[in-house]
């Protein structure tokens, strides 16, 4: 981090400003005279130093932050890919799957017939909400403790294991024969809710929130990697931007840079993100080829009639052939690595 | 609710599709057919209409939305300005307050000084942070139930009401002596939180998310209300956008725009609108002038040495002009009507 | 186009308003009464109707569009995709190829180099800046007269048809050799200039400007369809959103939906959008398995010493790999369908 | 400008990357070695050192400005505040006016009619479009020529000084007599515009584009000053966001942020921004308090029959209420300062 005092900055506050820096936040002062201005350059750990709070200091003119706000999840510090066991599918690291399934756990003849085609289409696990996050008050809620009870049934009638969304802290001990935990984008900053997520031994799928960046995204990884979790999966499901032709913007482009930035695996949703279901075959190519460790396609054995999302969800029939072609080209480019 | 058909649907399927919606959605069907295509008008409760769904079926060419999908939260059902009443402070329909306070609640010195300084400037509530919400997983998260106790000895020796956010639903047992609790924007779409929020007796004042639309913070709204509670304030605190010069973008037309559409009153929040103490003025004028119901400013004995958002507080002395300014502004405005 | 009337709009003023529209606009009316409200749809050429007009009238509740506005661009006039005859190269219809080059023309030397190295790399079109739209007025602004000259020499070197873009009108005259005209994402609304290559024989590729909705870039591209010039390639560049991790965020989206939309081929442009060297190459990728119909990369023989746009641009080698591995995924993505 | 060296940079390189810097761009090189990092502070003009291309070099791990790369309409460089003279009529430095008529000049008889009512309630100039920008290419375009002639026929029968807006450089001649030439939103970016009014002797009113940072504002005023021409009014008028209930999000808060960064004068048109007659009001008062120089209204004879932006126009009855509130509201704010 460095820190540009002004021009007229009285030696003697600036002197009281190092020791304070140096104290407050355990760093090493580098100074630098200069004719115009005078440099600091902070060492050591700045992850806790708070730009906004020393930019309003009067002798700042100006705070520069050099290295990321975040250590666990930073590839600096782990240079390796992560690879996270799904309940026994691993993700990341050159393992490649789909997850699919309904939006909404409907009822166990609906769950059990998705969860076999999708699994005979090639999907490594089966998603399908049982606490559903809704806009309106008056829009189905979920299924709730039964869709978990659902989901189960069909992981045992098909070996997949399962994916689904908790939406409150109070919902976890109904969480345990899950395999994965889905942390929604609306919840991606109830940081009450990653804390306790990072003393559990689950893999996490979290979900980035509309209107979060890149690096907020990671400090909530953070959060989970710092309660001792490491089993972190991230996933990308569209941007709220002025465009209203699709629901949300996909940001493909994080993809690549979360690759940078950190070891977890990055997932992409494509049927949220473009919200209708014939986007999602181009998207989830589009995906496969930039480098996605995974997807998340919504399945729905009658897409008109589900209670919730059902504009972009496929039928079994057309995930047997987005499946398909989702591989093809995730090998394709993958060879071609 | 407008539905559109494609100019070539089969007739029996308009029709079946017809009888699927007045009994799914339990509403009146008014067939309009035109030379290009047949309007079907929806009539009766259409807030429960999933709009994505009926436009994902084939023979439907359009969906539009005529009424606003919530009921409680409309100024048609509820022509009135609601007063919500702030542990004996009211504020909407003519009363206008300051909401006054440190973004984070230190120390009983700190909480008491700045709680008698705001009131002797004018303000109306206190506000101070007790669960913080804090992007990095390393810096302060609050005092949590002490910053709580160390609120109501402010309480006790100003007479001034309190408000506080609260971050999780297991923590609610703890607010039960705060006067008006507060939902902080990452929490705005939390709607298991809004639904329990719902069921309490306390004024709630909730932030609209930095990414939802006004329609979603009038939905969140709706969800507290429809649980029985009527005590609701709406609080705008700024949009993210592209715009980097300000932490986030104030979105002041959502005052009027509000006032149209709910009876519900509105605060406006300056301080972490802007993300800078020397906007606060300006914005606080501004929405004064605008029609907002109450302010919610940022004031800590000080600023450099806060432990959070010191870049936003104003000093108690700064506070005392910017309050002598915004209740003369308001006057004047609003003897101008 | 669908009117809906308030309640209690009185008879009278119903009547006056429908004879109105039917007159000022050429529209046969179709009236539909029902219990709350009363419908108006609009049938005919509705591009025309001023729907903000309307909707600020007394007695009407609101208005929704059913329809595009848009007729040349549109595929429903125009079912088969277009292809566009780049100087013999073709564009759109299941031809694909991408266009590379440097920023800024800078030197012949660099030029030429620029031009043989994508040749041999198997790009299809030569590009480069002439005239640079920058920020700052203190920026590099561009060869100009003399940059069309070098890359009509570097064209003529390697029979590459070229692409650069005009930035005013008055600069028409000096293209009369370029092979295709590019119109920048900063001039995509300047519609006097649109109006103009209307009347122009050449294909013109238009991009897509940073905060520019699908629909007013097609309606950008109808002024030039209007105008009687159907060689239209629409270009997307990334939009201006909130996340600063990339330059501009990608809408690899708007690829299908503009397939399904409209019947002009689509550009992407990697370079542009990330703003990253490091991110071309997953993105190229992602577009090519997207659906694009063509790609835009920069390429410079030596980025770091670049004049514009270094940081974006492949090294000659790098652009080797890459195209290899573009067309490799397009194939494969195509041979899928 | 700081630039961070990366830890392991070769000591040889970095001595010709100081040498190159030194030379290339006519700078001054302070040397700093950390123990993680070397930092280089450059000092003397950066306003033309391009920040990507440092960034992407190899020995390079970030680069940060601390300065404004802007000179002229620096308030540094020019600390009293600029007052723009328009036909007479001065804006800024306390000077505050409202600038009023409608969207477009339709008759000789509209305008008249239009400039003696704003006249009448205090208007200081007259505004009406006789170019017109329209995203259609079926929309209204102007009367162009003739409508110029209109508003000098206007200026002469009351006086009131005129403001028209530029679309082409091409239409310059007819702009001989205008009192101030409007560069709209779309053109905000449009160089080769912005460098020939930096010739002209007139002042010009810059609106900032929708999408535009209020950096890249001052940067397209600095081409205009670079040019010799100090005469230019700012003018904010909403930018897209993802808000849909407004037509754009009013940034007010750039108004104290311009007042800080620059010596030029700022307008707020709240008309264009919000794009509802009925919200003009509120946001006028907002920004009169909130320390605007001048505002822009959209007054039209009859709104419900404007050929262009009826839907936000006021009536002149409607105006004459307005404009005493404004006054009002900013003598009161003004007098507490």
Chains 1, 2, 3, 4 share one sequence.
């Not at 699994?119 to 399908?128: D, F, N, P, S, V």
């Not at 889905?182 to 929130?209: D, S, T, W, Y």
Request: net charge negative; with cysteine.
């Amino acid at each position: 981090m460095v820190v540009i005092l002004k021009k007229n900055a009285p030696a003697e506050q600036v002197e009281q400003f190092q020791s304070w820096l140096a104290e407050h936040y355990q760093l090493e002062i580098h100074e630098s005279i200069g004719q115009n201005c005078t440099l600091l350059g902070l060492v050591g750990d700045t992850t806790r130093v708070d730009i906004d709070l020393l930019q309003a200091m009067e002798i700042v003119e100006n705070v520069r932050r050099i290295g990321e706000p975040y250590k666990f999840v930073n590839r600096k510090m782990h240079p390796q890919d992560t690879v996270v066991d799904c309940g026994g599918v691993p993700i990341g690291g050159g393992h490649f799957t789909i997850v699919a399934g309904p939006c909404s756990v409907e009822s166990e003849e609906q769950i059990l017939y998705v969860a076999q085609r999708v699994k005979a289409a090639g999907a490594g696990l089966l998603r399908g909400g049982a606490f559903k996050p809704r806009t309106s008050p008056y829009a189905f809620q979920g299924l709730r403790g039964e869709g978990i009870r659902l989901l189960l049934e069909a992981k045992k009638a098909t070996g997949l294991p399962i994916v689904t969304e908790i939406m409150d802290l109070s919902q976890l001990p109904l969480f345990a024969d899950v395999d994965v935990i889905q942390v929604g984008a609306r919840n991606m900053q109830n940081f009450e809710l990653l804390k306790e997520l990072g003393h559990c031994k689950k893999p996490i799928l979290l979900k980035r929130g509309l209107a979060n960046t890149l690096q907020e995204l990671l400090m909530s990884a953070e959060y989970i990697l710092a309660g001792g979790n490491e089993q972190v999966i991230l996933c990308e499901r569209g941007l709220r931007t002025f465009e209203t032709a699709t629901r949300n913007t996909l940001d493909l482009s994080c993809v690549p840079l979360i690759h940078e930035l950190s070891h977890l695996p990055v997932m992409v949703d494509p049927s949220h993100a473009t919200g209708h279901a014939r986007l999602v075959e181009p998207m989830a190519l589009a995906a496969a080829a930039g480098g996605a460790d995974a997807l998340m396609i919504e399945v729905h054995n009658d897409p008109t009639h589900a209670v919730s999302d059902g504009a972009q969800s496929l039928t079994p029939d057309a995930f047997d052939l987005v499946a398909k072609k989702v591989f093809a080209v995730y090998d394709c480019a993958k060879n071609l690595k």
